[in-house]
C-alpha cells in the first residue's frame, strides 16, 4: 500500500436511483483528486448499473439485511459486519464522504478510522461527522451529493448522469430485439412497474398510451419490468397493441441498460428504470405521485415530468393516514393523472424535432 496516495471513501449504497445519482458526485470528485485512491460502498445488486465505472478504483458491497432493498444478505450477523468493518479499517482511509443520511453510515464512517468525515447533518448524527453539510429537501439529490463537495472546497464542474454498456451487451440486447421481430422498429419504451405498488400508474392506462403512440408515431412498445413483475404484466398483457415487444422479466439489468439506449422515448413510474434512462440521455416523461419530483425526479436535459401534486405532497409514504386510498389502493395523488394528460405531454414531447 502506498501511504502517499490520498484514499477516500463514498458511502452511498442500496436503491438503483441512489446508485446511478451519485455518478456526478464521483466524475467531480476523480477530476478535483486524479490521483487518488477512490473506494465506493454500495450494494451489490444495485452496483450492476455502474459496471465500468472509470471515476472509482475499487467498489466495495455493503449487504446488510433490509426490507428496503434487494439484499441477499451477506452481512446478516454481527460477526459478519464486525468483519467487514475490519476489512474496511484496513484499507486506512484518510477521507469518507457520507452522501447517505442515515445515523448509521456515518457511525461507519467513524469506525472506518477516517479522520475527515464529510456529510449532511441529519438524523442527530451531526457529532460523528467532523464537516457537517445542511441538507436542503427542496432541491435535487444530485445537486446535494454536489453540495458536499462543494463545502468540502472541492471544484464541481458539471452534473450530468452517466452509465456503461459493453459492445457485448449491447450486441445481446440486438440479438433479443431481432428475435423478437423488433430491430427495425423506433422503440417506445415502457416501464409500468415500481418497486412500491402506491407509486405506480396503472398498468391499463400505459397500454392505452402504448395503443395510441404506436398508431400515430408508429412508435413499437417496449415492455420492460422485472421477474417479480410478471403476476402483474400477464393479468394486462392482452391490453397492449399487438406487435409490442414484451420482455418483462426476460433481461438483466445491463440488458436493459442497453435496450433503453436503443430506445427513441421512454415513458415509466417514479423508479431506478426511470433514472437508467435519464442516464442514457433518453427522452422521457415519468409520472409522479406520493414522491417528490423536485426530489427524486429524472435528472437530465431531455426529462419532463407529470406530477399528481396534492395539498399533502409530497408523501411522506405512511400512505392513506392523509388521504383516502382511489381505486385498486393507489393514492389519489398518482390515480388523477389522467390517459389525456399524459397523451398531450406525449405528443408535445415527440413532436418536438430535436427529440426524433
Given at each position: 500500500?502506498?501511504?502517499?496516495?490520498?484514499r477516500?471513501?463514498?458511502?452511498?449504497?442500496?436503491?438503483?436511483?441512489?446508485?446511478?445519482?451519485?455518478?456526478?458526485?464521483?466524475?467531480?470528485?476523480?477530476?478535483?483528486?486524479?490521483?487518488?485512491?477512490?473506494?465506493?460502498?454500495?450494494?451489490?445488486?444495485?452496483?450492476?448499473?455502474?459496471?465500468g465505472?472509470?471515476?472509482?478504483n475499487?467498489?466495495?458491497?455493503?449487504?446488510?439485511?433490509?426490507?428496503?432493498?434487494?439484499?441477499r444478505?451477506?452481512?446478516?450477523?454481527?460477526?459478519?459486519?464486525v468483519?467487514?468493518?475490519?476489512?474496511?479499517?484496513?484499507?486506512?482511509?484518510?477521507?469518507?464522504?457520507?452522501?447517505?443520511?442515515?445515523?448509521?453510515?456515518?457511525?461507519?464512517?467513524?469506525?472506518?478510522?477516517?479522520?475527515?468525515?464529510?456529510?449532511?447533518?441529519?438524523?442527530?448524527?451531526?457529532?460523528?461527522?467532523?464537516?457537517?453539510?445542511?441538507?436542503r429537501?427542496?432541491?435535487?439529490?444530485?445537486?446535494?451529493?454536489?453540495?458536499?463537495?462543494?463545502?468540502?472546497?472541492?471544484?464541481?464542474?458539471?452534473?450530468?448522469?452517466e452509465?456503461?454498456?459493453?459492445?457485448?451487451?449491447?450486441?445481446?440486447?440486438?440479438?433479443?430485439?431481432?428475435?423478437?421481430?423488433?430491430?427495425?422498429?423506433?422503440?417506445?419504451?415502457?416501464?409500468?412497474?415500481?418497486?412500491?405498488?402506491q407509486?405506480?400508474?396503472?398498468?391499463?392506462?400505459?397500454?392505452?398510451?402504448?395503443?395510441?403512440?404506436?398508431?400515430?408515431?408508429?412508435?413499437?412498445?417496449?415492455?420492460?419490468?422485472?421477474?417479480g413483475?410478471?403476476?402483474?404484466?400477464?393479468?394486462?398483457?392482452?391490453?397492449?397493441?399487438?406487435?409490442?415487444?414484451?420482455?418483462?422479466?426476460?433481461?438483466?439489468?445491463?440488458?436493459?441498460?442497453?435496450?433503453?439506449?436503443?430506445?427513441?422515448?421512454?415513458?415509466?413510474?417514479?423508479?431506478?428504470?426511470?433514472?437508467?434512462?435519464?442516464?442514457?440521455?433518453?427522452?422521457?416523461?415519468?409520472?409522479?405521485?406520493?414522491?417528490?419530483?423536485?426530489?427524486?425526479?429524472?435528472?437530465?436535459?431531455?426529462?419532463?415530468v407529470?406530477?399528481?401534486?396534492?395539498?399533502?405532497?409530497?408523501?411522506?409514504?405512511?400512505?392513506?393516514?392523509?388521504?383516502?386510498?382511489?381505486?385498486?389502493?393507489?393514492?389519489?395523488?398518482?390515480?388523477?393523472?389522467?390517459?389525456?394528460?399524459?397523451?398531450?405531454?406525449?405528443?408535445?414531447?415527440?413532436?418536438?424535432?430535436?427529440?426524433?
Open positions: 500500500m502506498n501511504n502517499n496516495i490520498k477516500i471513501l463514498v458511502l452511498r449504497y442500496r436503491f438503483i436511483g441512489d446508485t446511478i445519482l451519485t455518478v456526478p458526485f464521483l466524475r467531480n470528485l476523480r477530476m478535483a483528486e486524479p490521483d487518488a485512491y477512490i473506494a465506493w460502498v454500495v450494494a451489490p445488486g444495485s452496483a450492476e448499473v455502474v459496471s465505472i472509470p471515476y472509482v475499487e467498489l466495495i458491497f455493503w449487504d446488510p439485511v433490509t426490507i428496503h432493498a434487494d439484499s444478505g451477506t452481512h446478516g450477523t454481527l460477526r459478519e459486519k468483519t467487514f468493518i475490519r476489512e474496511l479499517r484496513k484499507k486506512r482511509f484518510d477521507k469518507v464522504y457520507v452522501l447517505k443520511r442515515s445515523f448509521s453510515s456515518a457511525l461507519m464512517a467513524l469506525v472506518s478510522g477516517a479522520r475527515e468525515r464529510i456529510g449532511f447533518n441529519t438524523e442527530g448524527r451531526g457529532f460523528l461527522l467532523t464537516k457537517r453539510i445542511p441538507y429537501p427542496e432541491q435535487h439529490e444530485v445537486l446535494s451529493f454536489l453540495d458536499v463537495l462543494i463545502a468540502d472546497e472541492v471544484p464541481v464542474q458539471d452534473d450530468y448522469l452509465s456503461w454498456t459493453t459492445a457485448i451487451e449491447a450486441e445481446e440486447a440486438e440479438r433479443i430485439l431481432a428475435a423478437a421481430g423488433a430491430d427495425k422498429s423506433p422503440l417506445l419504451a415502457i416501464h409500468p412497474f415500481g418497486s412500491i405498488y407509486k405506480t400508474w396503472p398498468i391499463e392506462r400505459f397500454a392505452e398510451v402504448a395503443v395510441r403512440l404506436q398508431d400515430n408515431f408508429n412508435l413499437k412498445p417496449l415492455i420492460l419490468g422485472a421477474k413483475d410478471l403476476a402483474a404484466f400477464n393479468n394486462s398483457q392482452h391490453l397492449f397493441p399487438e406487435g409490442s415487444c414484451n420482455l418483462v422479466g426476460q433481461c438483466s439489468i445491463r440488458i436493459t441498460q442497453a435496450l433503453l439506449r436503443r430506445s427513441k422515448f421512454f415513458i415509466g413510474n417514479d423508479s431506478g428504470i426511470m433514472h437508467l434512462a435519464a442516464a442514457a440521455g433518453l427522452p422521457l416523461l415519468a409520472l409522479f405521485g406520493p414522491t417528490s419530483p423536485k426530489r427524486f425526479g429524472p435528472w437530465g436535459q431531455k426529462v419532463s407529470i406530477y399528481g401534486d396534492f395539498k399533502c405532497s409530497p408523501c411522506r409514504q405512511k400512505y392513506f393516514t392523509e388521504c383516502e386510498p382511489a381505486k385498486a389502493g393507489r393514492p389519489p395523488c398518482i390515480d388523477s393523472i389522467s390517459v389525456k394528460r399524459v397523451l398531450d405531454e406525449c405528443v408535445r414531447i415527440l413532436n418536438n424535432e430535436e427529440l426524433l
